[in-house]
């Protein structure tokens, strides 16, 4: 998915054309327009959706953190992911931050559909 859609699936909709009395844009998700996210954004508050938002991006942080882990526990040398006492404490601070960091600026798309599967469930139980 292309940056510029997981961005406007997150909040920050694209300009679609189609807008309503409230200026609500249609999400696009794939480049198609996601109509039952748009109906769900409807029905749930705005700091529904700031919460939303910021538990899909923790659980993709999480996500990343646990990959980032395994992809350097097996590295050995010297350095920074180094083999040496004090790196492990030092290489999980650095793996959760590049993880962080990561989620923050668009990560892999987890994100996105966690929020939208949040917000869809939260509309129905509104409903």
């Known amino acids: 998915m292309a940056?510029?859609?997981?961005n406007n699936t997150l909040g920050s909709p694209i300009n679609s054309g189609r807008t309503n009395s409230s200026n609500f844009t249609m999400p696009i998700i794939n480049g198609r327009p996601d109509f039952?996210?748009?109906?769900?954004?409807k029905k749930v508050s705005p700091q529904a959706q700031a919460k939303a938002q910021s538990t899909a991006t923790d659980f993709e942080a999480m996500f990343l953190n646990s990959m980032f882990?395994?992809?350097t526990s097996g590295?050995?040398?010297e350095g920074p992911f180094g083999d040496t006492a004090g790196t492990?404490?030092?290489?999980?601070?650095?793996?959760?931050?590049y993880s962080k960091s990561?989620?923050?600026a668009g990560g892999v798309g987890i994100s996105t559909e966690v929020y939208r599967t949040?917000?869809?469930q939260q509309a129905?139980?509104?409903s």
């Open 124 to 126: 129905k139980r509104a």
């Open 102 to 104: 990561f989620a923050k």
């Open 118 to 120: 949040l917000i869809v």
């Open 36 to 41: 039952e996210f748009a109906a769900a954004l």
């Open 69 to 71: 882990s395994q992809m």
């Open 75 to 77: 590295l050995k040398g």
């Open 3 to 6: 940056m510029n859609q997981i």
């Open 88 to 97: 492990g404490v030092w290489r999980s601070m650095l793996t959760e931050q």
